[in-house]
């Protein structure tokens, strides 16, 4: 398969930072718990990017595969109000065109954007992030991911 620029970017990203990975190609997938199922990871350690906006613009939830979230969480989480609400398909595309639409990292400095991550997905030893396209995920170590990225931390999953 062909690496995407998402791929080539996020890749030299964490090259930048000095960070551990491997990179995991698998048949193409259109959700977080399918390319679970297809990289033969637990869903639980797969980390789902989920795109929020509000007026101040992007923001990203990052919540285990096996999860769903808790909006009302995520507002308290980011202190936004009401106005916060899933991004479109089309807000996406035009605010994170190195992603494709429905396989964002979780790398908040890549796309301008704020970033809550769940507490969950600091407990596995690794974890699949997206490689910013429906057939490639990377295995990194959730503890570098927040100390490149710096999230803030939450409960976010719905009860």
């Not at 970017?9 to 399918?34: C, K, M, N, P, S």
């Not at 964002?104 to 769940?118: G, I, S, Y």
Request: with cysteine.
């Amino acid at each position: 398969m062909a690496v995407s620029r998402g791929l080539e970017l996020i890749t030299a990203f964490l090259d930048e930072q000095g960070i551990d990975y491997e990179v995991v190609e698998h048949r193409r997938t259109a959700t977080a718990a399918a390319e679970a199922r297809a990289a033969g990871v637990p869903a639980s350690e797969v980390a789902k990017t989920i795109a929020l906006r509000d007026e101040k613009g992007l923001c990203l939830a990052v919540i285990p595969a096996s999860c769903r979230l808790d909006l009302e969480k995520a507002r308290r989480a980011l202190r936004a109000g009401e106005s916060l609400r899933l991004a479109t398909e089309d807000e996406i595309r035009l605010e994170v065109d190195v992603f494709d639409v429905g396989a964002l990292a979780p790398l908040a400095d890549l796309v301008r954007a704020t970033e809550v991550v769940d507490e969950r997905l600091l407990a596995p030893e690794r974890i699949l992030i997206s490689g910013g396209d429906h057939s490639h995920g990377v295995l990194i170590d959730p503890h570098d991911l927040i100390e490149i990225v710096q999230p803030k931390l939450a409960d976010l999953c719905a009860d």
